[in-house]
T-cell receptor
Framework: GNSVTQMEGPVTLSEEAFLTINCTYTATGYPSLFWYVQYPGEGLQLLLKATKADDKGSNKGFEATYRKETTSFHLEKGSVQVSDSAVYFCALMEYGNKLVFGAGTILRVKS | GAGVSQSPRYKVAKRGQDVALRCDPISGHVSLFWYQQALGQGPEFLTYFQNEAQLDKSGLPSDRFFAERPEGSVSTLKIQRTQQEDSAVYLC?????????????????FGEGSRLTVL
């Protein structure tokens, strides 16, 4: 079945450091890929998405590129801020509306 | 309100009790989803409604779990005879899209969840 694997956290960085959170997926077809973020005390919200190979999703300084050859969708940001501290979930959608999530990666940014 | 609203936010139940969790989606959203999130894990799909029709309930873990959305708006997830393994956060999400193919943008709007603890 479809699955998503994320790097384990927590990831702890200093402000302005470079961020990478790895995500790889297994799917039978050609899924759409997503990053959702959950800030403390809030619900999950869509951060960015890509619907086909080589697409790059971007939002709020975060980027991720859909790599079909490596079945990956790694999340990157050039300079993190304290306000980026949250839990980040990689997800895929192949059929209908069913999102399949990874386990989540906690990001802590210290000033 | 502007977002997806869930109640109660916290529920403690004794093993064997029945519980009901409510979800109030964003007004006008056609699709509604329930997910279960165990501690330290990502959300796992339970069931999906398009308006009042339950189109997919493949993720419900047992026949003790039941969901309904009788008027195509508010939804209730009911768990009968709760067990300790039912302890989790139950997330509701809604989407304006009908879903499937080109109509599905994949953007789900999530509530803050209902945390269920079964003692």
């Amino acid at each position: 079945g479809n699955s998503v694997t994320q790097m384990e956290g927590p990831v702890t960085l200093s402000e302005e450091a470079f961020l990478t959170i790895n995500c790889t997926y297994t799917a039978t077809g050609y899924p759409s890929l997503f990053w959702y973020v959950q800030y403390p005390g809030e619900g999950l919200q869509l951060l960015l998405k890509a619907t086909k190979a080589d697409d790059k999703g971007s939002n709020k300084g975060f980027e991720a590129t859909y790599r079909k050859e490596t079945t990956s969708f790694h999340l990157e940001k050039g300079s993190v801020q304290v306000s980026d501290s949250a839990v980040y979930f990689c997800a895929l959608m192949e059929y209908g509306n069913k999102l399949v999530f990874g386990a989540g990666t906690i990001l802590r940014v210290k000033s | 309100g502007a977002g997806v609203s869930q109640s109660p936010r916290y529920k403690v139940a004794k093993r064997g009790q029945d519980v009901a969790l409510r979800c109030d989606p964003i007004s006008g959203h056609v699709s509604l989803f329930w997910y279960q999130q165990a501690l330290g894990q990502g959300p796992e799909f339970l069931t999906y409604f398009q308006n009042e029709a339950q189109l997919d309930k493949s993720g419900l873990p047992s026949d003790r779990f039941f969901a309904e959305r009788p008027e195509g708006s508010v939804s209730t997830l009911k768990i009968q005879r709760t067990q300790q393994e039912d302890s989790a956060v139950y997330l509701c999400a809604s989407s304006v899209s009908k879903g499937g193919g080109a109509y599905n943008t994949g953007e789900l709007f999530f509530g803050e969840g209902s945390r269920l603890t079964v003692l």
